[in-house]
């Protein structure tokens, strides 16, 4: 009885920490989304005292509109934390291209592994579904980290991502293991290393978040991430997921025919697509921060931007470089990639005059492609 009621007393005390650990990020929820209102207010303000000032007054009331920015940031971060802790991870399937997601993922692999001399494989079975019903923003995301986490660990080695699918009902049972040939990991030091800010190397300068969001990703999507390595020889990550297939039975799968990949280059000489960079004033605002080496404002940048998978790849790189704390690097990356989008829209511009009819000036005046228009002489 007295055992019994030491289980109650200690049951009932838990309820009531977790009932009190939940107010108190709802409190901190409450109060992050009203602090906005009075900044909205001082920022409001500035702008309309900016619109009159006198150039002299132009960078004191800048530095204002600065602040209340970093303030901005600092609360949305709260906001997002509370979000989290308040409610599930966001996982929204819908109908995926799963040999697009696998062709767009190689191609970035391909990048993150040249900027360490890596080579990188891909291995897939003759046939896999191609429609499949899953967050595919969410998958990416995952092996993102995973590729990301293998490239930074391994120099002049090799990365490989494994894919394979087997039959169950409706559905299929997709295997995918990344694997590596770098420095391995010593997993009898008794670190958590899917836990939150746990560094897999000290040296490497990582916050530990990657594997922290692969794990709560996968976990929403009910599966789990595994772990398999040895320091000095290389390391291997893998999971499982049960997803209905939406467009064809087993003998129906489609040949896998993957995308030829962009050939390996270095960092610097790294040519993203056209969709691939963000727009222009995204790259001149990270050049500033990143000239001014300010970390916290980078990473909301980086936050900002995540969710779009086509600069999947330019957050990874950015993501990269500031694990790094390498801000000359960064700014030297948003400068470059701000020239080549110009570069690329120039380039656009001119194929457009290009094609548009060209005039030739004749006596009477001028022809468009055998159509004259004609118009009377003007004398003085």
């Known amino acids: 009885m007295r055992t019994s009621a030491l289980n109650a007393n200690l049951s009932a005390a838990l309820t009531d920490a977790q009932t009190k650990e939940r107010q108190k990020v709802e409190v901190l929820g409450y109060i992050s989304h009203d602090l906005r209102a009075p900044l909205a207010t ?131 049972v997709l295997n995918i293991v990344v694997s590596d040939t770098g420095i391995g990991i010593d997993l009898n030091r008794g670190v958590d290393i899917f836990g939150a800010f746990q560094q897999i190397q000290a040296a490497s300068g990582s916050n530990g978040l990657g594997l922290f969001i692969a794990q709560r990703i996968l976990s929403a999507m009910g599966g789990s991430l595994s772990v398999a390595s040895m320091a000095g020889h290389g390391t291997e990550f893998s999971f499982e997921l049960s997803v209905p297939v939406l467009d064809a039975s087993v003998t129906d799968w489609p040949v896998v025919t993957p995308r030829e990949p962009m050939p390996p280059m270095q960092a610097r000489e790294l040519a993203l697509p056209p969709g691939a960079i963000p727009p222009a004033p995204a790259l001149d605002e990270l050049a500033h921060l990143a000239l001014d080496g300010r970390l916290t404002d980078i990473e909301a940048w980086i936050a900002r931007h995540a969710d779009d998978s086509a600069h999947a790849l330019f957050i990874v790189m950015v993501r990269n470089l500031l694990e790094q704390f390498d801000f000359s690097a960064i700014h030297a990356l948003a400068v470059d990639s701000l020239k080549e989008s110009r570069m690329q829209a120039s380039s656009c511009a001119a194929r457009d005059r290009k094609s548009r009819p060209q005039a030739r000036s004749g006596i009477f005046g001028r022809e468009y492609k055998g159509h004259m228009t004609f118009s009377m002489p003007y004398y003085p």
């Open 42 to 172: 001082i920022s409001g303000y500035s702008k309309l005292l900016l619109a009159d000032a006198p150039q002299e007054q132009h960078n004191l009331l800048q530095t204002i509109e600065r602040s209340v920015k970093y303030q901005l940031d600092l609360i949305d971060e709260l906001l997002e934390y509370t979000q989290s802790e308040l409610q599930p991870l966001a996982v929204h399937p819908e109908t995926t291209d799963l040999h697009g997601l696998l062709d767009d993922v190689s191609e970035y692999a391909v990048a993150l592994c040249s900027l360490r001399a890596n080579r990188f494989h891909r291995r897939t079975p003759e046939r896999l579904p191609r429609y499949i019903d899953l967050d595919g923003k969410r998958l990416q995301q995952v092996l993102l980290n995973l590729l990301s986490n293998a490239a930074k660990f391994t120099h002049d080695g090799a990365v490989t991502l494994s894919i394979t699918a087997r039959p169950e009902g409706n559905a299929c």
